[in-house]
């Protein structure tokens, strides 16, 4: 903390989107060369608040300060001539163009490419920085699209730097880097402000922590002198256990779920899922660990019957009495009328597991809705199973009627799962089933999980979280490039770093090769 | 506060929800200004006094019996066609192929009323000439149905092209059946026996429309909220990949509802050929199946919404047709001031999806 004039302050912020308080009274000041980690769980207002520093949404009422004197953010070229620069956890990039291109689309001036190439390069090197400025955005994994985002709002002289959630896609590695990176521009004077809901990062990379609650704004602690759970218990409001129970199985597991000789191939011609192999028992959680887009999504959708697999593939579900179907070849209707209870939460939430634009009854009936021998659907039973899931899994709605997009991340996944296990399943697919989701609401899915565990439920869960993944699962397989590339049986804490090293080992490095 | 502080002129912000009587007063208020807008207008253009001017778009549009029955029978083509499209709309399906769907039904219908009399007794006729009909019309929407679900084509361009394609059929077969006259006209089918003309029901030739526009608008409602087709189609709309999800046959759906699409318009080709013109022209749509379009729009795609929509445009078109004989002006008057009321009607959406705020007056700026 090095002056006295903070970088930025704000002064009793409140903004409201109609009746709903987004933020109430903020006021927080953060210094150059300081890392801030700003907390709080999902709605709480973390977003708004910095969409307002970046110029998004303005304030109803409130000042804010840059570097003693007050300002008026209107736009985000506004906030641009104020040195402040915010990396969204979308990113905005246009596939087709470079990474130059990118950084310089929508400045004034004289277009040299050259020139700017130099000015990146040059900043890529400051900061410790690897992109190639000629690449082209398609061409590049997760992290390099998130450097060139970085890279963006530096080139456009940013100051103070705003990153909303920039780990969620990250490998371990990955995030190392980033954070070494955060470190140089923090002595190189930036003030950084980074969004983000685990709370070990929060405790390897600020200086500080800033917690909200509902739009309020409750503490800032120094982040040496507090720990996990004293920051957990702030930002939930009440204290919160913070482990994840591994339930032993019941009974002795069965083999219900044999996959062999795997194979998907994309419309391009690559191998996303390269001759897979591996067994799923009942009553056990098997973890599925790896880089996004190594092959989970596609994995998936081939066992649910939504994937076309080359030939050779093979799916086999084995029934109670011992008989055995091939799956590969069905689509998801044809295997629920074999009798298998399959269910699937998959990670697009509202473009495939649920339709957003209706309401939570509907949602129900996408399952069901074939039910009955007349041409006519049958409304009240999804109705009541809406009422029964919302109830039991303590969904926060204005009503059963309310279009599942105006639910918050947590409620969303909530009424998906609770679709989803309500039909006694025999196996469960999640994939990346508490992306986005705040500690409370990641917390009530595990619950949820090891529930269907207990009830002998064969479980697969594709996750990104290796802590997570290490205390949950039964066994972990990691996949690379399609590929498994090991299994860790009965993981504990200290295998993340075997992990973390089966996640990257068949590209070489930790580049995805393409 | 800061002297150099600026805040915004005004602030657009999305609104979170909006109770739908609101929403209702927002459309009546624009329905309101757009009239008063025609009204400025039409009196700067005909010095005449604005509430003649209405008093005579009434008198248009319902003045007389007969002219009462037209507008409604226009009513409810215009309405059938809406509801025809309402379907592939509804699964985000953009069929702008009314018009050729419309005119290859006509055709199918002209051509049962041209060779089948005597053949067969007139009751049957007229059930071929439906069948002819429907079926041409689906056709000529499954056509690019099958094409989407196949190949992914773009539907906008494909039921745009086919509306060409039907023109052209329809004005070869005219010349081919017109023979060595060779004036482009094949004229009334069977003026003097009437053979294959739809009954006028209680001696009113446009009752017949009106009937079936109520009974396909209740059917098309129960349709979509209470069968399992209906849910299918929403759901193929929101998200084909949840369709897929859920083990929907998605290239079923796209082309069963085409089909359903194109058969309504085909109705309408029957309708207007059998009971309405009693013939068949290249221009027997006329440019309905775009205006259908917007009707189905404005009314969310809601079938009892669409009522009033195609109200709306009809009740202007006559009513515009009117003053425009009576002040002596061009008939484009009706154009400009549909054109007038739909720009409100359509600009106002924004206003029911965003909320306009000012700045705070109270500041010391000049």
Same mark, same amino acid.
């Given at each position: 903390?090095?002056?006295?004039?903070?970088?930025?302050?704000?002064?009793?912020?409140?903004?409201?989107?109609?009746?709903?308080?987004?933020?109430?009274?903020?006021?927080?000041?953060?210094?150059?060369?300081?890392?801030?980690?700003?907390?709080?769980?999902?709605?709480?207002?973390?977003?708004?608040?910095?969409?307002?520093?970046?110029?998004?949404?303005?304030?109803?009422?409130?000042?804010?300060?840059?570097?003693?004197?007050?300002?008026?953010?209107?736009?985000?070229?506004?906030?641009?001539?104020?040195?402040?620069?915010?990396?969204?956890?979308?990113?905005?990039? &246009?596939? $087709? %163009?470079?990474?130059?291109?990118? *950084?310089?689309?929508?400045? /004034?001036?004289?277009?040299? =490419?050259?020139?700017? +190439?130099?000015?990146?390069?040059?900043?890529?090197?400051?900061?410790?920085?690897?992109?190639?400025?000629?690449?082209?955005?398609?061409?590049?994994?997760?992290?390099?699209?998130?450097?060139?985002?970085? &890279?963006? $709002? %530096?080139?456009?002289?940013?100051? *103070?730097?705003?990153?909303? /959630?920039?780990?969620?896609? =990250?490998?371990?590695? +990955?995030?190392?880097?980033?954070?070494?990176?955060?470190?140089?521009?923090?002595?190189?004077?930036?003030?950084?402000?980074?969004?983000?809901?685990?709370?070990?990062?929060?405790?390897?990379?600020?200086?500080?922590?800033?917690?909200?609650?509902?739009?309020?704004?409750?503490?800032?602690?120094?982040?040496?002198?507090?720990?996990?759970?004293?920051?957990?218990?702030?930002?939930?409001?009440?204290?919160?256990?913070?482990?994840?129970?591994?339930?032993?199985?019941?009974?002795?597991?069965?083999?219900?779920?044999?996959?062999?000789?795997?194979?998907?191939?994309?419309?391009?011609?690559?191998?996303?899922?390269?001759?897979?192999?591996?067994?799923?028992?009942?009553?056990?959680?098997?973890?599925?660990?790896?880089?996004?887009?190594?092959?989970?999504?596609?994995?998936?959708?081939?066992?649910?019957?939504?994937?076309?697999?080359?030939?050779?593939?093979?799916?086999?579900?084995?029934?109670?009495?011992?008989?055995?179907?091939?799956?590969?070849?069905?689509?998801?209707?044809?295997?629920?009328?074999?009798?298998?209870?399959?269910?699937?939460?998959?990670?697009?939430?509202?473009?495939?597991?649920?339709?957003?634009?209706?309401?939570?009854?509907?949602?129900?009936?996408?399952?069901?809705?074939?039910?009955?021998?007349?041409?006519?659907?049958?409304?009240?039973?999804?109705?009541?199973?809406?009422?029964?899931?919302?109830?039991?899994?303590?969904?926060?709605?204005?009503?059963?009627?309310?279009?599942?997009?105006?639910?918050?991340?947590?409620?969303?996944?909530?009424?998906?799962?609770?679709?989803?296990?309500?039909?006694?399943?025999?196996?469960?697919?999640?994939?990346?089933?508490?992306?986005?989701?705040?500690?409370?609401?990641?917390?009530?899915?595990?619950?949820?999980?090891?529930?269907?565990?207990?009830?002998?439920?064969?479980?697969?869960?594709?996750?990104?979280?290796?802590?997570?993944?290490?205390?949950?699962?039964?066994?972990?397989?990691?996949?690379?490039?399609?590929?498994?590339?090991?299994?860790?049986?009965?993981?504990?804490?200290?295998?993340?770093?075997?992990?973390?090293?089966?996640?990257?080992?068949?590209?070489?490095?930790?580049?995805?090769?393409? | 506060?800061?002297?150099?502080?600026?805040?915004?002129?005004?602030?657009?912000?999305?609104?979170?929800?909006?109770?739908?009587?609101?929403?209702?007063?927002?459309?009546?208020?624009?329905?309101?200004?757009?009239?008063?807008?025609?009204?400025?207008?039409?009196?700067?253009?005909?010095?005449?006094?604005?509430?003649?001017?209405?008093?005579?778009?009434?008198?248009?549009?319902?003045?007389?019996?007969?002219?009462?029955?037209?507008?409604?029978?226009?009513?409810?083509?215009?309405?059938?066609?809406?509801?025809?499209?309402?379907?592939?709309?509804?699964?985000?399906?953009?069929?702008?192929?009314?018009?050729?769907?419309?005119?290859?039904?006509?055709?199918?219908?002209?051509?049962?009323?041209?060779?089948?009399?005597?053949?067969?007794?007139?009751?049957?006729?007229?059930?071929?000439?439906?069948?002819?009909?429907?079926?041409?019309?689906?056709?000529?929407?499954?056509?690019?149905?099958?094409?989407?679900?196949?190949?992914?084509?773009?539907?906008?361009?494909?039921?745009?092209?086919?509306?060409?394609?039907?023109?052209?059929?329809?004005?070869?077969?005219?010349?081919?059946?017109?023979?060595?006259?060779?004036?482009?006209?094949?004229?009334?089918?069977?003026?003097?026996?009437?053979?294959?003309?739809?009954?006028?029901?209680?001696?009113?030739?446009?009752?017949?429309?009106?009937?079936?526009?109520?009974?396909?608008?209740?059917?098309?409602?129960?349709?979509?909220?209470?069968?399992?087709?209906?849910?299918?189609?929403?759901?193929?709309?929101?998200?084909?990949?949840?369709?897929?999800?859920?083990?929907?046959?998605?290239?079923?759906?796209?082309?069963?509802?085409?089909?359903?699409?194109?058969?309504?318009?085909?109705?309408?080709?029957?309708?207007?050929?059998?009971?309405?013109?009693?013939?068949?022209?290249?221009?027997?749509?006329?440019?309905?199946?775009?205006?259908?379009?917007?009707?189905?729009?404005?009314?969310?795609?809601?079938?009892?919404?669409?009522?009033?929509?195609?109200?709306?445009?009809?009740?202007?078109?006559?009513?515009?047709?009117?003053?425009?004989?009576?002040?002596?002006?061009?008939?484009?008057?009706?154009?400009?001031?549909?054109?007038?009321?739909?720009?409100?009607?359509?600009?106002?959406?924004?206003?029911?999806?965003?909320?306009?705020?000012?700045?705070?007056?109270?500041?010391?700026?000049?």
């Amino acid at each position: 903390m090095s002056n006295n004039i903070p970088a930025v302050e704000l002064v009793n912020i409140t903004k409201t989107f109609g009746r709903v308080h987004a933020n109430t009274n903020v006021s927080m000041k953060i210094h150059k060369g300081e890392i801030v980690a700003l907390l709080g769980e999902n709605g709480s207002g973390k977003t708004t608040l910095m969409n307002m520093l970046s110029g998004i949404y303005y304030p109803d009422s409130g000042a804010i300060f840059i570097d003693g004197k007050e300002a008026s953010i209107r736009s985000p070229k506004d906030a641009f001539s104020y040195k402040i620069g915010m990396v969204h956890q979308h990113f905005k990039l &246009v596939d $087709v %163009l470079t990474a130059t291109e990118n *950084i310089i689309l929508g400045l /004034e001036g004289k277009l040299n =490419l050259k020139e700017s +190439e130099a000015k990146i390069t040059e900043i890529c090197e400051k900061y410790g920085f690897d992109v190639d400025p000629k690449k082209k955005i398609y061409d590049m994994t997760v992290s390099e699209k998130q450097t060139v985002e970085i &890279v963006k $709002v %530096l080139y456009r002289g940013a100051d *103070i730097l705003i990153l909303d /959630e920039p780990t969620a896609v =990250l490998t371990p590695q +990955e995030t190392e880097k980033l954070f070494n990176v955060m470190r140089k521009m923090k002595e190189d004077n930036k003030a950084l402000i980074i969004i983000t809901h685990k709370l070990h990062e929060v405790e390897a990379i600020s200086d500080r922590v800033a917690i909200l609650r509902k739009g309020e704004y409750i503490a800032d602690l120094v982040t040496k002198d507090t720990n996990a759970q004293e920051m957990t218990d702030m930002m939930v409001g009440h204290a919160v256990k913070l482990n994840i129970e591994r339930v032993k199985p019941l009974s002795e597991p069965k083999t219900k779920l044999v996959v062999k000789n795997l194979t998907v191939v994309d419309s391009d011609g690559i191998k996303k899922v390269d001759d897979v192999n591996f067994e799923v028992k009942t009553g056990e959680i098997l973890g599925i660990a790896g880089i996004s887009g190594c092959g989970q999504k596609e994995l998936l959708e081939s066992i649910a019957g939504l994937q076309d697999t080359q030939s050779g593939s093979s799916v086999i579900y084995i029934n109670d009495d011992g008989t055995e179907d091939e799956l590969i070849g069905l689509n998801p209707y044809e295997i629920s009328r074999k009798g298998v209870s399959l269910s699937f939460v998959p990670e697009d939430r509202l473009g495939m597991g649920l339709v957003a634009n209706m309401d939570i009854s509907d949602n129900m009936m996408l399952r069901s809705f074939r039910q009955g021998s007349t041409p006519f659907t049958d409304r009240k039973s999804p109705y009541k199973l809406a009422k029964k899931v919302v109830s039991v899994l303590d969904v926060a709605t204005p009503s059963i009627e309310t279009p599942v997009r105006k639910l918050s991340g947590g409620n969303v996944q909530k009424v998906l799962v609770g679709r989803e296990i309500s039909n006694a399943p025999t196996v469960l697919m999640t994939a990346y089933a508490v992306r986005g989701l705040d500690i409370n609401s990641s917390y009530a899915i595990y619950d949820l999980i090891n529930e269907q565990k207990k009830k002998n439920v064969a479980v697969i869960f594709v996750g990104e979280d290796l802590d997570v993944l290490l205390e949950l699962c039964d066994r972990i397989l990691v996949l690379c490039d399609g590929k498994v590339s090991g299994v860790v049986e009965d993981p504990t804490p200290e295998d993340k770093n075997t992990v973390g090293l089966l996640m990257t080992k068949v590209g070489g490095n930790n580049s995805e090769s393409k | 506060m800061n002297q150099n502080k600026k805040e915004p002129l005004f602030r657009i912000t999305k609104r979170t929800d909006i109770p739908p009587h609101k929403s209702w007063i927002i459309r009546g208020v624009a329905i309101v200004i757009a009239l008063l807008v025609c009204a400025i207008i039409t009196t700067l253009l005909t010095k005449a006094n604005p509430i003649e001017v209405y008093s005579s778009i009434i008198t248009g549009a319902f003045g007389t019996t007969r002219k009462t029955w037209i507008t409604l029978q226009n009513l409810s083509i215009l309405l059938l066609i809406s509801l025809a499209l309402t379907p592939a709309f509804r699964m985000r399906f953009w069929n702008i192929g009314g018009e050729g769907q419309i005119l290859m039904g006509g055709l199918a219908t002209a051509a049962c009323m041209k060779f089948l009399p005597g053949v067969v007794p007139n009751g049957l006729l007229i059930l071929i000439m439906l069948l002819a009909g429907i079926i041409a019309g689906g056709i000529w929407g499954l056509i690019p149905g099958v094409l989407k679900a196949k190949w992914n084509t773009n539907e906008t361009l494909s039921t745009l092209m086919m509306n060409y394609i039907a023109t052209q059929i329809v004005a070869a077969f005219i010349l081919y059946w017109s023979g060595k006259q060779s004036s482009g006209k094949i004229g009334v089918i069977n003026p003097d026996d009437n053979l294959g003309w739809l009954p006028k029901i209680g001696g009113i030739a446009q009752l017949l429309p009106v009937i079936i526009a109520i009974i396909i608008t209740i059917v098309s409602y129960i349709y979509y909220n209470y069968t399992k087709q209906g849910y299918e189609i929403a759901v193929v709309g929101e998200s084909d990949r949840t369709a897929k999800y859920v083990g929907m046959n998605v290239k079923k759906v796209i082309i069963r509802t085409m089909f359903i699409s194109g058969a309504l318009c085909g109705l309408v080709g029957f309708l207007l050929v059998g009971g309405v013109n009693h013939t068949v022209t290249t221009t027997i749509a006329g440019g309905q199946g775009f205006t259908a379009v917007m009707v189905s729009w404005l009314a969310k795609f809601n079938p009892f919404a669409m009522i009033f929509s195609s109200f709306l445009i009809i009740f202007m078109g006559q009513g515009a047709g009117e003053i425009a004989t009576a002040m002596g002006l061009d008939s484009s008057i009706s154009d400009i001031l549909t054109g007038i009321i739909l720009f409100f009607v359509i600009a106002c959406e924004f206003f029911i999806s965003y909320k306009v705020t000012f700045k705070n007056n109270k500041k010391e700026e000049a």
